[in-house]
């Protein structure tokens, strides 16, 4: 059986950015302020409240330059906040839109063609489960239907198999 796990950008990238570091083009991240919902940050997986101060900045959730390595604007907390922890949970960032593009990477970061699709709220975690069973499919990224922006990604995480006993 394949579980799913909700991934939010990692720790060590969000760090570089509060402690001044550039985006994927190099660039220093632009600041502004949250006029309520539609502004999620990537680290915590929960929107910016209204008069909070965010990141805006280029990122690429790739782990080299390639062909398929696609970088788009996201928002992050101008201050550092925790990073989403209950991974096999939807988050809140995946909650308030109708839907979201989901789309299956291999193990080598190309897309899997055939795996896009716009995808209801209530449909991410069975649509993830499908992709995730098949073996070209290393890991899902959810993406915003109306934007493109990166949200987070999901990766398939193995159950253990129930040990034998004698009872």
Known sequence: ???????????TD????????????????????????GHPCRHCLD???EG????????????????????????LHKQPCRRYAAEEILPPVLTTSPDFILRGYN????IVYG???????GEIASYSEKLLARPDIAYVHVRSARNNCFQCRIDKVKA??????DA
Not at 115 to 121: C, K, P, S, Y
């Open 115 to 121: 795996t896009g699709a716009v995808t209801l709220i």
């Open 1 to 11: 059986m394949t579980t799913l796990r909700f991934v939010a950008m990692p720790t």
């Open 52 to 75: 909070e101060e965010l990141l805006v900045f280029a990122y690429r959730p790739f782990p080299e330059l390639q062909p398929y390595a696609e970088t788009g604007p996201i928002f």
């Open 47 to 49: 929107n910016i409240d």
């Open 14 to 37: 969000a760090g570089h950015l509060w402690n001044g570091g550039r985006d994927a083009y190099d660039r220093l991240p632009e600041i502004m302020v949250s006029d309520g919902p």
């Open 107 to 110: 193990e080598d970061n190309r």
């Open 160 to 165: 253990p198999a129930l040990a034998e006993t």
